[in-house]
Nanobody, 122 residues
Framework: VQLQASGGGLVQAGGSLRLSCKAS????????VGWFRQAPGKEREFVAA????????YYGDSVKDRFTISRDNAKNTGYLQMNSLKPEDTAVYYC????????????????WGQGTQVTVSS
């Protein structure tokens, strides 16, 4: 599975962005999908995850109630809708697929996209 993240950009605080994670290969629909982010000088942080049938979603505490993860298996694409963005959300956002353990741990994900930059100005 190859993943390509897109949709990042520059937005003012309070604004919204929607990230997309386009996957190649039919196996994508059998995998959980996750989003992580990494700011300069910081460790990679769990943002959100969704199960392969989209019945379960999980969020990091810092984005809960502001971000929404979803997926469209027919399009082989995962999404991260980000609302009420804050300057502290500024980071490179990575999508991942196939969690084999605790989904909040980046080491448990098998496939990664290249990352897309999100910058939130104050």
């Amino acid at each position: 599975v190859q993943l390509q993240a897109s949709g990042g950009g520059l937005v003012q605080a309070g604004g919204s962005l929607r990230l997309s994670c386009k996957a190649s290969g039919r196996a994508f629909r059998n995998y959980s999908v996750g989003w992580f982010r990494q700011a300069p000088g910081k460790e990679r942080e769990f943002v959100a995850a969704i199960s392969w049938v989209a019945t379960n979603t999980y969020y990091g505490d810092s984005v809960k109630d502001r971000f929404t993860i979803s997926r469209d298996n027919a399009k082989n694409t995962g999404y991260l809708q980000m609302n009420s963005l804050k300057p502290e959300d500024t980071a490179v956002y990575y999508c991942a697929a196939q969690s084999t353990g605790q989904h909040t741990e980046s080491r448990n994900w098998g496939y990664w996209g290249q990352g897309t930059q999100v910058t939130v100005s104050s």
